[in-house]
């Protein structure tokens, strides 16, 4: 977060000469106003205080969420210091800042004209990227013309005095700035003085130090560009997605916009209508995609923002039950306990939760899959969690697949877990894990014969937090949701039969190939194996 290591953090004060700390409307924040120090000075709580901490080694700003909490010895009515959690939130923060930026253009377009859009997006992409200059250019590739559109306000004003909008260059003509339009990628250019091939800037062009421009593609052709410079330092593939998000978006809504005029002129107004429509369900379908991302990433962080009060509940119900607890009445011991109880449950709920959320997100790694090895290591880990079980296993020998080897590992875990805990109270517990045929196709089975299932209630088996059995069994219901979400991922089915007391099968199928999937390339397996 900060850039430095152990060594170079510790000894530092909110005084020293290197921090930079900003609030959100990029004002320097004095050390008085900080969290620990408000924190200290009130003997108030702070909480969920957004800072930016300027990183040395990243050369950007490290947007966190800060909560600072005064601790006070018994008697004492000051704090004797403060305990600080800082939880970065620079994504989360830039997902937010440009959500906005997008829902602020689009409120623009509907009262100023196309040329003003295109200048109000470049002085929004300048404030997200910290540039001092911005262009837009549209391309015509039949003729191999690239046409001024838009600079910047800023850029117009004081970097480059433009004759005239509409100039048209040919690609031959034009600088380094039209390098993306040959490769047809994103370029960033951060040593601009060091290029062999720049051609030199028109008089009174201010200096360039370093630029970035995107293309702008329609139906796999380069329709238009957009650029930045002088970005106090160096351009990342962050800018490049940024700048990629505002330039589609400008694009989008100029298309949009121009759509609008056209209705209003054309005598065929059912006809445009219809295309209007359809280009709009395309619009709100891109929005809510983009949304449902937004959302998993933020029940994602909630998610582990929950851990901290959880942990704040917990440590201090043990230390009054440790150091008070002789005090205490026994009623009083039993509410801590209770206390202590549920909050570690809510825990496992977080927990189980993320897992399932990762199951939801993660890529698969398709690859050759031995599930009978899988299921005997998890037996042989059961077995080493409770010696004192005997319990008759059965497992066919030879089960190989392809599938996504830690989910598949997963899943097996839930479902023999499951087999596991229900035969708990079997005097001659036996557990099989084999391939049969079932309902007309191949599918792999676990069966046991323990507590079993009302066949009534077999549409909630595989919805969480649906139990179907009381407190007699530990347990959230997760476990088989879980095992249904990694199913589905494969492409395959899972389904259960079973009778009370007499014992329950689960039966899953898996795709015979890689074609079953929907899988991502080499790289998605490493972040994927990484997020496990």
Not at 331 to 347: F, K, P, T, V
Request: proline letters at 4%.
């Amino acid at each position: 977060m900060f850039g430095l290591s152990r060594d170079e953090f510790l000894g530092h004060t909110n005084h020293t000469s290197e921090w930079r700390v900003i609030t959100e409307d990029g004002a320097d924040l004095p050390p008085e106003r900080q969290p620990c120090m408000a924190a200290l000075s009130s003997g108030q709580p702070v909480r969920d205080f957004v800072a930016g901490i300027y990183n040395q080694q990243q050369q950007r700003f490290i947007w966190l969420s800060v909560n600072a909490i005064p601790m006070f010895r018994e008697g004492e009515a000051k704090p004797y210091q403060v305990f600080v959690t800082l939880h970065d939130i620079t994504e989360q923060k830039r997902m937010n800042d440009l959500h906005l930026s997008r829902i602020h253009l689009m409120q623009f377009a509907n009262t100023h004209p196309l040329d003003d859009l295109l200048v109000a997006a470049l002085d929004e992409l300048e404030r997200l990227t910290g540039s001092d200059t911005g262009f837009y250019h549209f391309f015509d590739e039949r003729n191999g013309f690239i046409t001024m559109k838009a600079w910047s306000t800023r850029a117009a004003g004081h970097f480059c005095k433009v004759p005239d909008k509409g100039g048209h260059y040919s690609t031959d003509q034009a600088g380094v700035w039209s390098d993306c339009i040959r490769t047809g990628e994103p370029v960033i250019h951060n040593d601009y003085a060091g290029l062999p091939h720049r051609r030199g800037l028109p008089e009174g062009h201010a200096p360039v130090i370093r630029e970035m421009v995107v293309p702008v593609k329609r139906n796999g052709k380069i329709i238009a560009i957009l650029g930045i410079g002088n970005k106090p330092v160096n351009y990342t593939e962050a800018d490049v997605q940024t700048a990629s998000l505002f330039a589609d978006l400008t694009w989008d809504i100029a298309e949009q916009k121009q759509m609008q005029d056209d209705l209003l002129r054309s005598q065929n107004e059912l006809k445009l209508a219809n295309e209007l429509l359809e280009h709009r369900v395309a619009q709100r379908t891109a929005d809510l995609q983009a949304a449902v991302r937004e959302q998993e990433s933020f029940s994602y962080s909630v998610s582990h923002d929950l851990r901290a009060p959880l942990r704040h509940i917990n440590s201090f119900s043990a230390i009054m039950n440790e150091e008070y607890g002789e005090c205490l009445p026994s009623d009083a011991r039993d509410y801590l306990n209770r206390i202590g109880a549920a909050s570690s449950r809510m825990g496992a709920l977080i927990d189980h939760l993320l897992e399932l959320s990762r199951v939801t997100r993660a890529e698969l790694a398709p690859g050759t899959v031995n599930l009978s090895r899988i299921a005997a290591e998890t037996f042989r880990m059961f077995e080493e969690t409770e010696p004192q079980r005997r319990v008759e296993r059965e497992i066919q020998p030879g089960m190989v697949t392809i599938g996504d080897q830690h989910l598949l590992d997963q899943l097996l875990g839930n479902l023999l877990g499951n087999a596991w805990k229900y035969t708990a109270r079997v005097s001659s517990a036996r557990i099989e894990f084999g391939r049969t045929k079932a309902s007309g196709q191949d599918a792999y089975y676990v069966r046991d014969n323990g507590a079993g299932f009302d066949m009534t209630y077999k549409e909630n088996l595989f919805k969480a937090f649906q139990r179907l059995h009381g407190s007699e069994f530990e347990g959230i219901g997760i476990g088989l949701a879980t095992a249904q979400r990694i199913i589905a991922r494969h492409g395959g089915k899972i389904w259960a039969e079973g009778e009370v007391d007499r014992g329950a099968t689960f039966y899953f199928t898996l795709p015979d190939g890689v074609s079953a999937f929907s899988i991502g390339s080499g790289a998605s397996t490493s972040s994927a194996t990484a997020e496990t």
